[in-house]
């Protein structure tokens, strides 16, 4: 189905939300949706402020006033269309305009939010459309504009709205615990996070899919899956639809009988904070200890694939994934070699330095060790880092945090910045200094302004990238994961 940012496109260069046109026709449910409504919903005697704000919109669309017409836009969007006309030329940006006819309904939300229902024509199509006004100091804009929806499609946008909101809490975990999932949405503590969808007078939580739980971002596009194709959430209390939020992070509807069917047996397997990163190299004390004999336990069980034995080294909150492990999970740990050194930090930690190697890449890392109970075990593995951590290492972090931002930003704009500087996150990394030098992180001018939903390969498409290296560049994704890739 086309977007009725197509039917806006040269004209708000797709900055306003999405809008389907197609389908609407006379006999699609309207007056069904009409009779849901409210008795403030017409107010056409009264002119609700709403519905002159909005009358004066379409007047300067009909009159291809440019200027009248941002009026009535939010900020970005004026940005975005001021842009578009510099670019165009007066034909092709007003070529494509839509024409606004009659005010069906009006429901007053909330206090400075209205919903206009009014007829809509592109070309061949024609129907009704969903406009939202919302009041911003004091004044009536364009919020929305979208088909004119069902009574069920409209609680299937408020669920997709939330699901947007779980997969992003998934990336935020995701970052925080080196790209591994959680096990079940119950491992995510963040209070906002929504869990269930009530519709109906039915509530019903949402399932994160077996195929991901529990699993690296590495992991499952190894094993083929196409982020975009891929279910990371569904929520199944719609009549005869269900909503999934994907791995790339984009939401959709998708009617049961049409989903593609999975393995939904796949096993899960799970991993503690802090698993080894990219191995650098570096120097330490030498030394014997009893977490040493504990850390030579670990690896040689790791070697042996025994995960019972592996478990009595992990700390006690990940004892509960033990049932859930199978031989899977030691292909995202490394093989351990010789230790290279061991420094106390404390009467109950101690940090070794030792040999690692996985696939190709081989280095060291820096395994920290903790005593629970008496007991020594794996508290903690990551990239040897000296005097703090290595630049590159530190701008791998940074990254991720930059396409974080980015991904939350296109899921509430539809489509990604033009730059980094549209982003108004105060703490967002905007640059890396390396060697005294300072160069700005890169978003790729193929992707700034575009919707990322029209990648069709969104693990191997760069989008953001930092330069300031001298023997590698560290470049970000569309599916938000991060690589250093030496020159």
């Known amino acids: 189905m086309k977007r009725i940012h197509h039917i806006l496109s040269m004209l708000l260069l797709s900055t306003l939300c999405a809008i389907t046109l197609i389908g609407y026709g006379k006999g699609s449910g309207d007056e069904e949706d009409r009779a849901t409504s409210s008795s403030k919903k017409r107010k056409g005697e009264k002119k609700h402020p709403a519905v002159v704000a909005f009358g004066q919109f379409v007047e300067a669309i009909a009159q291809k006033d440019f200027d009248r017409m ?37 429901l007053e939300i909330e206090e400075d939010e209205v919903l206009i229902v009014c007829e809509a024509e592109m070309g061949p199509e024609s129907g009704l459309a969903d406009v939202t006004m919302k009041q911003e100091n004091g004044k009536w804009i364009i919020e929305d504009i979208d088909r004119h929806k069902t009574p069920e499609e409209r609680r299937q946008q408020i669920c997709a709205n939330s699901l947007k909101q779980v997969a992003l809490s998934l990336y935020i975990y995701a970052n925080d615990y080196d790209d591994f999932l959680p096990n079940s949405l119950d491992e995510i503590d963040y209070a906002e996070m929504p869990r269930s969808c009530t519709c109906d007078g039915k509530t019903v939580p949402y399932v994160l899919q077996p195929e991901v739980a529990g699993k690296t971002m590495t992991v499952i596009l190894a094993a083929g899956n196409a982020p975009a194709k891929t279910p990371m959430v569904v929520c199944r209390n719609h009549q005869g639809a269900e909503v999934v939020a994907y791995l790339d992070g984009h939401v959709g509807v998708v009617h049961k009988e049409s989903r593609a069917t999975g393995d939904d047996t796949a096993p899960t397997e799970g991993k503690s904070k802090g698993r080894r990163k990219h191995p650098a190299s570096g120097k330490g004390k030498k030394g014997e200890h009893p977490a040493v004999v504990a850390f030579k336990g670990f690896a040689k069980a790791v070697a042996e694939k025994d995960i019972d034995k592996m478990f009595d080294y992990l700390p006690a909150k990940m004892q509960g994934r033990k049932e859930e492990a199978n031989e899977k999970v030691f292909d995202s740990l490394p093989s351990f070699g010789e230790i290279k050194s061991v420094e106390e930090k404390g009467e109950d930690e101690v940090l070794i330095v030792c040999e690692v190697k996985e696939g190709p890449e081989s280095g060291l890392a820096d395994v920290t060790m903790k005593k629970e109970n008496g007991k020594w075990g794996i508290a903690d593995m990551g990239e040897h880092e000296e005097n703090g951590g290595s630049p590159k290492k530190m701008c791998f972090d940074n990254l991720k945090q930059v396409a974080l931002n980015l991904i939350m930003y296109s899921c509430v704009h539809d489509v990604l910045p033009n730059s980094l500087d549209e982003i108004d996150d105060a703490e967002m990394p905007r640059s890396c200094t390396c060697d005294g030098k300072t160069a700005p992180y890169v978003l790729l001018p193929e992707w700034a302004g575009k919707d990322p939903i029209e990648c069709v390969h969104p693990s191997t498409t760069p989008f953001v990238v930092c330069r300031n290296h001298e023997n590698c560049e560290v470049v970000a994704y569309l599916d938000g994961h991060v690589e250093i890739h030496e020159k």
Request: net charge positive; glycine share 2%; with cysteine.
């Open 70 to 106: 941002c009026e009535f836009m939010p900020e970005n969007v004026q940005k975005r269309a001021k842009k578009a006309k510099k670019e165009l030329s007066p034909k092709e940006y007003w070529k494509n305009s839509p024409k606004f006819g009659t005010v069906q309904s009006v």
